[in-house]
Nanobody, 126 residues
Framework: QVQLVESGGGLVQAGASLRLSCAAS????????MGWFRQAPGKEREFVAA????????YYADSVKGRFTISRDNAKNTVFLSMNSLKPEDTGVYYC???????????????????WGQGTQVTVSS
């Protein structure tokens, strides 16, 4: 089973940028699509972005499209989420996750992801 560790969160002002990283253990990382999700206090976990196992396809929630970019470096077993023009509504705990199936193009459904990191807090002040 892949183990995931997120980093890069913090407290920033609106309009700032952050880059989240998710380091994965295991040689099979490159076989799996990866996703980023977030959860704000009192709200359900929601989809943010996903990337296919090859990195050739990416998907975004409408709320972050044009501001966030997901990418991966399979040689370093790492997936990234670059976040620009941050807004207070982007505040939450950000989780990375591994898709359950190998060689998947990705998904926006949390139930399709089997391994999750512990999360990293992102707080955007107005």
């Amino acid at each position: 089973q892949v183990q995931l560790v997120e980093s890069g969160g913090g407290l920033v002002q609106a309009g700032a940028s952050l880059r989240l990283s998710c380091a994965a253990s295991g040689r099979t990382f490159r076989w799996y699509a990866m996703g980023w999700f977030r959860q704000a206090p009192g709200k359900e976990r929601e989809f943010v972005a996903a990337i296919s196992w090859s990195g050739g396809s990416t998907y975004y929630a409408d709320s972050v499209k044009g501001r966030f970019t997901i990418s991966r470096d399979n040689a370093k077993n790492t997936v990234f989420l670059s976040m620009n023009s941050l807004k207070p509504e982007d505040t939450g705990v950000y989780y990375c996750a591994t898709h359950r199936a190998t060689y998947s193009s990705g998904s926006s459904y949390p139930s399709d992801f089997g391994s999750w990191g512990q999360g990293t807090q992102v707080t955007v002040s107005s």
